[in-house]
């Protein structure tokens, strides 16, 4: 993903005669050349068929849509309606439930993450990081941002993960791994996942653990 701008040409001195009629030509079509390098493309979009002049960027209820060169467009969801939803699912963890439930201060249980697009359809999902009040990341979630509102479509219970999309655009997930006698300070390993969307549901493709250092 690239955007490319016309440079600005040096100044020349004037010659003293004209410019014979070929130079002319092909300095115009240089200029209708780099009138056309403009423009955005976004990472699992069609490109246009035409240079179009900019336009304001979309808007989406709980979050807005903001172009990034060379990125998934990046989103901001309102972690309160995401609150909302994550609460009314049926299959949200007690322990999760449990720190959404009590937390009053949704940024001390819920804070943004990266914006990916591991969909492949041009519709954003944004990471959201859950953590106990204290800041210790227990897990995240995987939220899609559509015109309705934040749509939580996809979850995993991991400590302390880092979280970046790959070139092909799978999750690669990495986290933590403590034994009994750890201290939060301190894991003994740490453990790297990759997640691909098959078109229905997210699949873990390769799993490796590594020991701390």
């Not at 423009?39 to 709980?62: I, N």
């Not at 301190?186 to 020991?211: A, F, H, L």
Request: with cysteine; net charge positive.
């Amino acid at each position: 993903m690239r955007m490319w701008r016309a440079g600005r040409a040096s100044p020349v001195a004037r010659p003293r005669t004209l410019l014979p009629a070929v130079v002319t030509t092909i300095a115009l079509a240089g200029l209708s050349a780099c009138a056309n390098g403009g423009g955005l493309r976004v990472e699992g979009a069609d490109a246009p068929s035409s240079t179009a002049s900019p336009s304001a960027p979309p808007s989406v209820m709980g979050g807005s849509v903001r172009p990034t060169q060379g990125r998934t467009p990046a989103v901001t969801v309102d972690l309160a309606e995401v609150r909302i939803k994550l609460l009314a699912d049926k299959h949200l963890p007690d322990f999760s439930r449990r720190v959404l439930v009590n937390c009053s201060v949704i940024s001390r249980c819920l804070s943004r993450g990266k914006t990916v697009d591991v969909m492949h359809n041009g519709t954003p999902q944004q990471i959201v990081l859950i953590h106990s009040l204290e800041g210790f990341v227990f897990g995240f979630f995987l939220i899609a941002v559509e015109p309705a509102g934040p749509r939580p479509m996809w979850s995993l219970k991991v400590d302390q993960p880092t979280i970046n999309a790959s070139p092909q655009g799978d999750l690669v997930v990495e986290s933590k791994v403590y034994a009994l006698d750890d201290k939060v300070c301190c894991p003994s390993g740490r453990r790297v996942e990759v997640y691909r969307w098959n078109g229905r549901q997210m699949i873990k493709v390769s799993s490796t653990d590594q020991e701390g250092d």
